[in-house]
């Protein structure tokens, strides 16, 4: 059983976080993560989640405490935003380094300068190279719903998880959203398997510095150098899509809502144009879909939940049988395109996916995304395809670029 709530983003995830009976909270606050941290420092308080709330001073001793405290095998959390997310690169580095399965909430804000408080995806995608999981939520009940997942995929794959969502636009947004029992939420979730114990009766040493090659330890066993490490932590995150695709099916079986796994579609089957973002860029797509359709264009949309690792072999599947393909993105890569784009395009090598992509970069430092203006930038980018002219320069949408 479910009860519904009218409830913010931010208040998702926080009761998300006491379902899973996170036992340490490490909290600084930034804009829009501030009210997460908040929230779960009146439940610590209430006596509603039994945690140890550790207020830091910044954003790298955050991921600190979430490092040290996962080592010694709790489970553990933290949210932050932007520039805070930035801060603690090192420290992201460590935790997946260190295989500890973290996980954090990135409310996604633009990053600064010039400072802006709003949202766009530059953060959380520049941190693409951490070694992190990345989901990304459409709406308050995914993340409801990815934090809980991402506990279950982390602790299996020991990887840390960042579930990302849209800063105010979803934030600070309310919307109705399921909340499961406790109970369900338990038997979903085993409790925490740490594979580094601290021990007197055995001490150890926890990340030594390493040599470039193997090398035998005192009893004669032959330990990783250091690219041994990195290759097994690559190997991890390719594994960990079967672990993401089981856990999502696994959890739509017990708690009656599907997220789609690594990506989801919308009006698809017969669909010629296919609309793609993350994010709730993703839900406003669908809205302008609806519109297209009723319009006479056959769109569909394919939500890109999973950046990290990247969906290849379902982008493969999904966008088969596409004439005309449309991104989205919050998010560039300077001197290039939009992240989504490239890696899209990569994944369409070796296949039969010859459509055209355009790719429009939209809702930067919080501009307003709108469905009617991705309805229109569909079609002008149809109308190009059908005219003869498929290639496209990455577009600015919705800005003044003269």
């Given at each position: 059983?479910?009860d519904?709530?009218?409830?913010?983003?931010?208040?998702?995830?926080?009761?998300a976080?006491?379902?899973?009976?996170v036992?340490?909270?490490?909290?600084?606050?930034?804009?829009?993560?501030?009210?997460?941290?908040?929230?779960?420092s009146?439940?610590?308080?209430?006596?509603?989640?039994?945690?140890?709330?550790?207020?830091?001073?910044?954003?790298?001793?955050?991921?600190?405490?979430?490092?040290?405290?996962?080592?010694?095998?709790?489970?553990?959390?933290?949210?932050?935003?932007?520039?805070?997310?930035?801060?603690?690169?090192e420290?992201?580095?460590?935790?997946?380094?260190?295989?500890?399965p973290?996980?954090?909430?990135?409310v996604?804000?633009?990053?600064?300068?010039?400072?802006?408080?709003?949202?766009?995806?530059?953060?959380?995608?520049?941190?693409?190279?951490?070694?992190?999981?990345?989901?990304h939520?459409?709406?308050?009940?995914?993340?409801?719903?990815?934090?809980i997942?991402?506990?279950?995929?982390?602790?299996?794959?020991?990887?840390?998880?960042?579930v990302?969502?849209?800063?105010?636009?979803?934030?600070h947004?309310?919307?109705?959203?399921?909340?499961?029992?406790?109970?369900?939420?338990?038997?979903f979730?085993?409790?925490?398997?740490?594979?580094?114990?601290?021990?007197?009766?055995?001490p150890?040493?926890?990340?030594?510095?390493?040599?470039?090659?193997?090398?035998?330890?005192?009893?004669?066993?032959?330990?990783?150098?250091?690219?041994?490490?990195?290759?097994k932590?690559?190997?991890?995150m390719e594994?960990?899509?079967?672990?993401?695709?089981?856990?999502?099916?696994?959890?739509?079986?017990?708690?009656?809502?599907?997220?789609?796994?690594?990506?989801?579609e919308?009006?698809?089957?017969?669909?010629?144009?296919?609309?793609?973002?993350?994010?709730?860029?993703?839900?406003?797509?669908?809205?302008?879909v609806?519109?297209?359709?009723?319009?006479?264009?056959?769109?569909?949309?394919?939500?890109?939940?999973?950046?990290?690792?990247?969906?290849?072999?379902?982008?493969?599947?999904?966008?088969?049988?596409?004439?005309?393909?449309?991104?989205?993105?919050?998010?560039?890569?300077?001197?290039?395109?939009?992240?989504?784009?490239?890696?899209?395009?990569?994944?369409?090598?070796?296949?039969?996916?010859?459509?055209?992509?355009?790719?429009?970069?939209?809702?930067?430092?919080?501009?307003?995304?709108?469905?009617?203006?991705?309805?229109?930038?569909?079609?002008?980018?149809?109308?190009?395809?059908?005219?003869?002219?498929?290639?496209?320069?990455?577009?600015?949408?919705n800005?003044?670029?003269?």
């Open positions: 059983m479910s519904v709530q009218i409830i913010t983003g931010n208040q998702a995830a926080a009761m976080a006491r379902l899973c009976n036992q340490v909270v490490a909290a600084y606050p930034i804009t829009p993560q501030s009210q997460l941290a908040e929230i779960l009146q439940y610590v308080e209430s006596g509603s989640l039994r945690a140890e709330y550790v207020r830091v001073e910044s954003e790298h001793s955050a991921m600190t405490v979430c490092i040290s405290a996962s080592t010694v095998g709790a489970r553990v959390f933290t949210a932050t935003s932007a520039n805070g997310l930035l801060y603690m690169h420290q992201l580095h460590w935790a997946a380094g260190s295989r500890l973290i996980v954090m909430c990135v996604n804000r633009g990053v600064g300068a010039p400072w802006s408080i709003f949202n766009d995806q530059q953060d959380s995608l520049s941190q693409r190279d951490t070694g992190w999981i990345q989901i939520c459409r709406d308050n009940q995914e993340i409801m719903d990815s934090v997942q991402a506990y279950r995929i982390a602790e299996q794959v020991y990887a840390p998880v960042m990302c969502y849209d800063g105010f636009v979803l934030s947004t309310m919307m109705p959203v399921h909340i499961p029992g406790a109970n369900l939420v338990r038997s979730l085993p409790p925490y398997k740490p594979h580094t114990i601290l021990s007197p009766e055995n150890k040493n926890i990340n030594p510095v390493l040599l470039p090659n193997p090398r035998m330890s005192a009893e004669g066993i032959l330990c990783d150098g250091y690219m041994e490490m990195r290759y932590l690559q190997k991890a594994d960990s899509r079967e672990v993401i695709i089981k856990t999502s099916r696994e959890f739509a079986d017990a708690f009656g809502r599907d997220n789609g796994g690594m990506l989801w919308y009006r698809t089957d017969d669909a010629e144009v296919i609309l793609s973002a993350m994010g709730s860029v993703a839900a406003e797509a669908m809205a302008a609806d519109q297209l359709r009723a319009e006479g264009i056959g769109a569909g949309v394919v939500g890109i939940r999973v950046f990290r690792p990247f969906p290849k072999e379902d982008v493969a599947r999904a966008f088969r049988k596409a004439k005309a393909i449309i991104l989205f993105e919050k998010s560039i890569s300077y001197g290039y395109e939009g992240g989504l784009s490239s890696e899209l395009k990569a994944a369409f090598y070796r296949t039969d996916i010859h459509a055209p992509v355009h790719d429009y970069i939209v809702g930067l430092g919080g501009r307003d995304v709108k469905a009617r203006e991705l309805v229109e930038a569909a079609k002008s980018s149809v109308e190009a395809i059908r005219s003869g002219t498929p290639e496209k320069h990455t577009s600015w949408l800005c003044i670029t003269e």
